[in-house]
């Protein structure tokens, strides 16, 4: 799964990334991805002793983010769609210039997630104004839920230190949405009608998750997540790096997809 996220964030031409997980998962994630080099990335490692809330990312990673605008994906969801390279760096830019970003995404079930309600607002159609953001609402003011990936601008932990912890107990993201959105900060992208987005967390959307990953891949001939694809297209790595990455996976569907792209057989 975590390459996923990881191509997500690559994809929006970020290169130093820090990975956050459980005391038990985060050894085996960095014995898995190790420093990044082989993607084109700088990957640092971070614990959340306990599952108290996303927006405490922030603050366990202040002295990662810096002064900089930052991105959060979660590691359970999946991002697919022609022309979401162009959104991710829409929403980096407006990070860039002092603005937050979420993205909005139609649902069935509203009550089961932080939910947005918004007006259009943007003629170019890049953004829509945010009305407003409700963590699992009762009666949900509109369909689109708010999906795992956040865009930030620098200052973006002293923001989620000032988070108050919710009746659940937890440090809601949707709480540091609002303060954003009381600030006039926070933008809002939707994902429509040629993208999918997939919450992978539990056992019964993984299995419905990897059945469309196989389809897409069967059928478009496609991978859907590959971070060496998409750092070599970047110029992040050369082709001496690509034909390592090629020789690791062999014959394996992987290793056949990185050397047509090697070949020059492939474009991003």
Same mark, same amino acid.
């Given at each position: 799964?975590?390459?996923?996220?990881?191509?997500?964030?690559?994809l929006a031409?970020?290169?130093?990334i820090?990975?956050?997980?459980t005391?038990?998962?985060t050894?085996?994630?960095?014995?898995l991805?190790?420093?990044?080099?082989?993607f084109?990335?700088?990957?640092?490692?971070a614990?959340?002793e306990?599952?108290?809330g996303?927006?405490?990312a922030?603050?366990?990673?202040r002295?990662?983010?810096?002064?900089?605008?930052?991105?959060m994906?979660l590691?359970d969801?999946?991002?697919?769609?022609? +022309? &979401?390279n162009?959104?991710l760096?829409?929403?980096?830019?407006? @990070?860039? !210039?002092? =603005?937050?970003?979420i993205? #909005?995404?139609?649902?069935?079930?509203?009550?089961r997630?932080?939910?947005?309600?918004?007006e259009?607002?943007?003629?170019?159609g890049?953004?829509?104004?945010?009305l407003?953001?409700?963590?699992?609402?009762?009666?949900?003011k509109?369909?689109?839920?708010?999906v +795992? &990936?956040y865009?930030y601008p620098k200052?973006?932990?002293?923001? @989620?230190? !000032?988070? =108050?912890?919710?009746?659940? #107990?937890?440090?809601?993201?949707?709480t540091?949405?609002?303060m954003?959105l009381?600030?006039?900060?926070l933008?809002?992208?939707?994902?429509?009608?040629?993208?999918?987005?997939m919450?992978a967390?539990?056992f019964d959307?993984?299995?419905k998750a990897?059945?469309?990953?196989?389809?897409?891949?069967q059928?478009?001939?496609m991978?859907?997540?590959?971070?060496?694809?998409?750092?070599?297209?970047?110029?992040?790595?050369?082709?001496?790096?690509?034909?390592?990455?090629?020789?690791?996976?062999g014959?394996s569907?992987?290793?056949?997809?990185l050397?047509a792209?090697?070949?020059g057989?492939v474009?991003?």
């Amino acid at each position: 799964m975590i390459f996923y996220p990881l191509s997500t964030l690559m994809l929006a031409r970020i290169q130093e990334i820090l990975i956050i997980s459980t005391p038990e998962d985060t050894p085996r994630i960095e014995q898995l991805l190790g420093d990044g080099s082989k993607f084109g990335v700088e990957l640092s490692y971070a614990v959340q002793e306990k599952p108290e809330g996303l927006a405490q990312a922030f603050t366990i990673g202040r002295d990662f983010i810096g002064d900089d605008a930052c991105a959060m994906v979660l590691g359970d969801n999946i991002f697919y769609g022609n +022309g &979401l390279n162009h959104k991710l760096r829409d929403a980096r830019e407006d @990070a860039e !210039a002092g =603005k937050a970003t979420i993205f #909005g995404y139609y649902v069935e079930d509203p009550k089961r997630f932080g939910i947005m309600e918004f007006e259009k607002n943007d003629e170019s159609g890049r953004s829509v104004k945010v009305l407003s953001v409700e963590e699992k609402p009762k009666q949900p003011k509109s369909n689109y839920a708010i999906v +795992g &990936l956040y865009f930030y601008p620098k200052g973006v932990s002293d923001m @989620a230190a !000032a988070v =108050k912890p919710s009746a659940r #107990g937890e440090l809601e993201i949707t709480t540091l949405n609002d303060m954003y959105l009381q600030e006039e900060r926070l933008n809002a992208q939707l994902l429509g009608r040629g993208y999918t987005w997939m919450d992978a967390g539990t056992f019964d959307s993984l299995q419905k998750a990897t059945d469309f990953v196989s389809m897409i891949e069967q059928y478009q001939g496609m991978t859907i997540s590959s971070p060496e694809e998409i750092a070599y297209h970047m110029g992040w790595i050369d082709d001496e790096m690509l034909a390592k990455s090629v020789k690791r996976y062999g014959k394996s569907p992987y290793g056949e997809r990185l050397k047509a792209v090697l070949e020059g057989k492939v474009v991003l």
